[in-house]
């Protein structure tokens, strides 16, 4: 665990993808894109029930043990909870419900991304409360687009799926892991979901960046990272 601090906002970068915030005992996650295999298999993608269903319960079973581990009060999703329509078939919904149900205790927010808005919000028997950006959370900006340039209010975004490119010294092997990046008063997190994909990033002078690996996250220095995706260029 890494603690991040804007303006005198202290925030922990989790190993599990996630923001924790002790004040308001908050936690944030971004791009789950539940139902994206769903969506995939119907779209003519040969892949299996029993990945089909694993993939959801597994992210899902996460973001549990997350909730539980640090004591989450409120649970924020800074965008992409669903995918897209065509992955809002029953089983996926019913496993939705059934995480939810496991924790009624807990708030659960939605800042609306870019999928959310295609795939529609999850059933109000969700207990989801579901908003547009920006929205504001106790001083801190919450996103799904990252601002470019990046703002200097304390902000938190997703819907890059940020990632490094990390060698091994002397060349040789590479690996793409994800990242936080944290770039003025902004950090974008990494996806959360395991059926994502990601992007590697081309952060500028001044910025820090976190890879994700091994249960850990641990901070690479800038000038190692191999260039890739600027903020202002993201498509997804």
């Not at 409120?74 to 995918?83: K, Q, S, T, V």
Request: net charge neutral.
């Amino acid at each position: 665990m890494i603690t991040i601090t804007l303006q005198q906002h202290d925030l922990h970068l989790l190993p599990g993808r996630a923001v924790w915030r002790p004040k308001t005992r908050t936690l944030y996650v971004a791009d789950l894109h539940i139902g994206k295999t769903s969506a995939f298999a119907k779209g003519g993608i040969p892949l299996s029930a029993q990945v089909l269903e694993r993939t959801t319960v597994n992210d899902l079973a996460r973001l549990s043990s997350l909730m539980l581990a640090t004591g989450a009060l409120r649970l924020i999703i800074l965008g992409d909870l669903l995918h897209a329509t065509a992955g809002r078939d029953p089983r996926t919904l019913a496993l939705l419900s059934g995480w939810r149900n496991a924790h009624v205790s807990v708030e659960v927010l939605l800042i609306r991304g870019n999928h959310d808005h295609a795939a529609g919000d999850p059933p109000d028997s969700s207990g989801i409360r579901c908003v547009d950006a920006p929205f504001d959370d106790d001083g801190l900006t919450l996103l799904h687009y990252p601002t470019d340039p990046p703002t200097c209010t304390p902000t938190l975004a997703g819907h890059l799926h940020p990632a490094v490119k990390l060698s091994a010294a002397g060349g040789g092997d590479q690996a793409r892991v994800a990242c936080f990046w944290v770039s003025g008063g902004q950090i974008v997190l990494p996806a959360f979901g395991g059926f994502t994909g990601a992007a590697s990033i081309a952060p500028r002078p001044g910025d820090r960046v976190f890879a994700v690996a091994d249960d850990a996250v641990c901070e690479v220095p800038v000038v190692s990272v191999k260039t890739g995706l600027r903020i202002g260029r993201s498509v997804r």
